[in-house]
């Protein structure tokens, strides 16, 4: 008998750990995603403010450097959006230390973390226990709110505005669902629809889709319950009047969209939804509507569901929540934005911002489905034998789609990301060259519109907003002059390729005589019949040349090279183009050999 029992004893060990190394993997790969998202941000990151950035926050952290910080500087309609909360965050963190971009991008990455946090708790308030189950129904929207289409948003020092309504959101519900008191629902609740109205614009949802629910045990009396509702009503009226006061159409923003214009208006929201897993490979239209054609029964079925059975109201009432707010941030976004043209809003150009930063919403609304399949296969599917192939086939079916379209995003980020980062990299070498080089067309990769720009970074810089070195007087007037040159010690300019639309693929490599090292930057310039010199555009190096390395015997030279695509717009015809090598941190420029022709 003894003997029965420890062998009995040693089954169930046996079986325990093996069910806890098994739940402990699971939830690894579940991690996973982010783990990839983590390493592709840190890798590509780069410390500069682009686009509206250098608006918002940037001219609210200057005013604040500058001691003239109004309330009107929060208060600053930025598009459609009051971005009072994002603001406060940002002077927060420069009261601390010092304005750094990828501040805002960790914010970023901590928010999509704590979305998923979030879903977790959802799904484990369910079955109460972490279950293999569980885990693998967690991983699915991992891969959604870590998809490879969130990447370069996760380089963007502002996307964490867009997820603070979301995390309101999933607050809300949590309060909604919780046994407290109604009056401390209803003060929570405003608490949180406020901040989320006043982080970006689809947080005005959230007044109606974060509505306080009565569910303590001892439901409060009729006259306090209306009591509280009016205030709700009355702060939430107040917030939005408070929102629209002063109020003007953006003059950069298209007309919003009219109800005639509903075909536009589904077509732009099938590309949102799309836009998540879209790719050379999967077209996001095509991706978009199978998303739809999956959901709407899903979200039909948890609906007839809830109705049937009141009780099961709380397993289901987060996700349809958070399907109607994803599904509504949407809808906005395609009202204020189809008349741009929907192919030209979800652009996927590097320079700026993208239409990237659409797919924030959209993976929210896949995130939500993920948690109505998760109850509707707990509750239904799970009980009837007969539907058991039937559902082993449909997740097959959609895991291996979701699969491919994941692996196709994931390589052509792998492609994209460097680009990406190059791009960023080009227009952080045209902000630290903007005092001497102020019409440089690559400008532009930073701030569009790049004309007097220039001031606002000398102010920025002088008060110690951004802390980028600037170029000095010498070195100004140093690449004001020809570089008169033939030898090539200080580098070479190797090829001009015209392209169309006056764009030109110049290549070369440069070089600093005095410690026989890769300069920083190539600047170049055109030179009129007279000798004056015109520089006009400068450029990083960092790209490998190994016959380079070879030829002069150091090995840091293999990344002397630059291999550009310029806009030669506005050069005259048949521009002669020279070089100077600048070492910029010892404000250094020394001549460079060639000489290349622009030609029609």
């Given at each position: 008998m003894n003997q029965l029992l420890q062998i009995a004893r040693s089954s169930y060990w046996q079986c325990l750990r093996h069910d806890l190394a098994k739940r402990a993997l699971l939830f690894l790969i579940a991690c996973a995603p982010a783990l990839l998202a983590l390493r592709a941000q840190v890798t590509h990151w780069v410390n500069l403010p682009i686009s509206d950035e250098w608006d918002s926050p940037g001219i609210t952290l200057l005013h604040y450097a500058q001691h003239r910080l109004t309330w009107n500087d929060l208060w600053a309609q930025h598009n459609e959006t009051r971005l009072v909360v994002p603001k406060l965050i940002h002077l927060a963190l420069a009261s601390i230390a010092d304005w750094d971009v990828r501040q805002g991008m960790v914010i970023t990455f901590i928010s999509v973390c704590l979305a998923s946090a979030a879903a977790f708790f959802y799904l484990y308030?369910?079955?109460?226990?972490?279950?293999?189950?569980?885990?693998?129904?967690?991983?699915?929207?991992?891969?959604?709110?870590?998809?490879?289409?969130?990447?370069?948003?996760?380089?963007?020092?502002?996307?964490?505005?867009?997820?603070?309504?979301?995390?309101?959101?999933?607050?809300?519900?949590?309060?909604?669902?919780?046994?407290?008191?109604?009056?401390?629902?209803?003060?929570?609740?405003?608490?949180?629809?406020?901040?989320?109205?006043?982080?970006?614009?689809?947080?005005?949802?959230?007044?109606?889709?974060?509505?306080?629910?009565?569910?303590?045990?001892?439901?409060p009396r009729q006259r306090t319950l209306a009591f509280c509702y009016i205030a709700y009503l009355v702060i939430a009226i107040a917030a939005v009047c408070f929102y629209f006061m002063g109020y003007k159409h953006p003059p950069v923003a298209p007309p919003s969209a009219s109800l005639g214009q509903l075909p536009q208006i589904l077509d732009f929201l099938t590309v949102w939804l799309g836009g998540v897993l879209r790719s050379n490979c999967m077209n996001a239209r095509v991706v978009g509507a199978s998303v739809l054609l999956l959901a709407l029964p899903i979200v039909l079925t948890a609906i007839i569901k809830t109705i049937r059975m009141p009780a099961s109201w709380r397993n289901y009432y987060p996700w349809l929540a958070l399907v109607a707010f994803a599904g509504g941030a949407g809808l906005l976004t395609a009202i204020g934005r189809v008349n741009l043209g929907t192919d030209l809003v979800f652009n996927r150009s590097i320079n700026l911002f993208s239409g990237m930063r659409y797919n924030v919403t959209a993976a929210f609304f896949y995130v939500a489905i993920v948690g109505l399949s998760f109850n509707l296969y707990a509750d239904w599917v799970r009980l009837r034998s007969r539907w058991q192939n039937r559902l082993l086939t449909g997740t097959i079916v959609c895991s291996t789609l979701l699969a491919l379209a994941w692996t196709y995003t994931f390589l052509e980020e792998r492609v994209r990301l460097p680009l990406f980062k190059q791009n960023r990299e080009r227009a952080r070498t045209a902000v630290k060259w903007i005092t001497a080089l102020p019409q440089n067309p690559d400008i532009s990769l930073a701030y569009p519109y790049p004309d007097g720009f220039w001031a606002r970074v000398v102010e920025m810089r002088r008060y110690g907003i951004i802390h980028l070195a600037l170029a000095e007087k010498e070195l100004r007037q140093a690449i004001s002059s020809s570089p008169h040159s033939d030898n090539v010690a200080a580098g070479h300019?190797?090829?001009?390729?015209?392209?169309?639309?006056?764009?030109?693929?110049?290549?070369?490599?440069?070089?600093?005589?005095?410690?026989?090292?890769?300069?920083?930057?190539?600047?170049?310039?055109?030179?009129?019949?007279?000798?004056?010199?015109?520089?006009?555009?400068?450029?990083?190096?960092?790209?490998?040349?190994?016959?380079?390395?070879?030829?002069?015997?150091?090995?840091?030279?293999?990344?002397?090279?630059?291999?550009?695509?310029?806009?030669?717009?506005?050069?005259?015809?048949?521009?002669?183009?020279?070089?100077?090598?600048?070492?910029?941190?010892?404000?250094?420029?020394?001549?460079?050999?060639?000489?290349?022709?622009?030609?029609?």
């Open positions: 308030r369910r079955c109460l226990t972490i279950t293999a189950s569980l885990l693998i129904w967690w991983l699915f929207i991992n891969l959604v709110l870590f998809a490879p289409s969130q990447y370069e948003n996760l380089l963007c020092g502002f996307v964490f505005e867009i997820y603070l309504p979301f995390l309101c959101a999933f607050g809300c519900l949590a309060v909604n669902l919780g046994n407290i008191s109604f009056p401390i629902k209803v003060s929570a609740n405003a608490v949180l629809a406020l901040v989320a109205s006043y982080s970006f614009s689809h947080g005005l949802l959230l007044w109606v889709i974060g509505a306080p629910i009565p569910s303590h045990p001892r439901w300019l190797d090829l001009l390729r015209t392209k169309p639309n006056r764009r030109c693929h110049i290549a070369g490599w440069t070089r600093n005589p005095t410690t026989n090292r890769p300069a920083e930057y190539v600047v170049l310039g055109w030179e009129q019949t007279d000798g004056v010199f015109h520089p006009f555009t400068a450029l990083p190096t960092g790209r490998v040349r190994s016959d380079v390395a070879r030829t002069f015997g150091a090995d840091s030279m293999k990344l002397a090279g630059f291999d550009e695509l310029l806009d030669c717009s506005k050069l005259p015809e048949s521009a002669e183009i020279k070089g100077w090598a600048a070492d910029f941190d010892h404000q250094q420029v020394f001549p460079m050999g060639g000489r290349l022709r622009l030609r029609n």
